[in-house]
């Protein structure tokens, strides 16, 4: 059984930062792909970023605007999401995703390549 447990949201002043932890129980955890994505009041949920299983590839999100750093712990099976310069707008819950990943090159940016979510954390940011 695949479990994903997001942690670190919260409400934060724009211009702060967060780093939000996902703690996957998930059987060779260095053989799956992860990503974050997020879902805004009364919009669809949208694409964060992804990170390979190997770690060495990543991809963002355009509006990231290379605020946001993901990255991985596999020995703690364990990905994280530092987002630095906090806006309003960044204000969602943040998912964490998994798939089982091909090669440690790959990553996707689709959530319908993802087979496992998690419950989401929320982000709130203040103006």
């Known amino acids: 059984q695949v479990q994903l447990v997001e942690s670190g949201g919260g409400l934060v002043q724009a211009g702060g930062s967060l780093r939000l932890s996902c703690a996957a129980s998930i059987r060779d955890f260095s053989r799956y792909v992860m990503g974050w994505f997020r879902q805004a009041p009364g919009k669809e949920r949208e694409f964060v970023a992804a990170?390979?299983?190997?770690?060495?590839?990543?991809d963002y999100a355009d509006f990231v605007e290379g605020r946001f750093t993901i990255s991985r712990d596999n020995a703690k099976n364990t990905v994280y999401l530092h987002i630095n310069s906090l806006k309003p707008e960044d204000t969602a819950l943040y998912y964490c995703?998994?798939?089982?990943?091909?090669?440690?090159?790959?990553?996707?940016?689709?959530?319908?390549?993802?087979?496992?979510w998690g419950q989401g954390t929320q982000v709130t940011v203040s103006s």
């Open positions: 995703a998994a798939v089982y990943g091909h090669s440690g090159s790959d990553y996707y940016i689709s959530e319908r390549d993802y087979h496992y």
């Open positions: 990170i390979s299983w190997s770690g060495i590839n990543a």
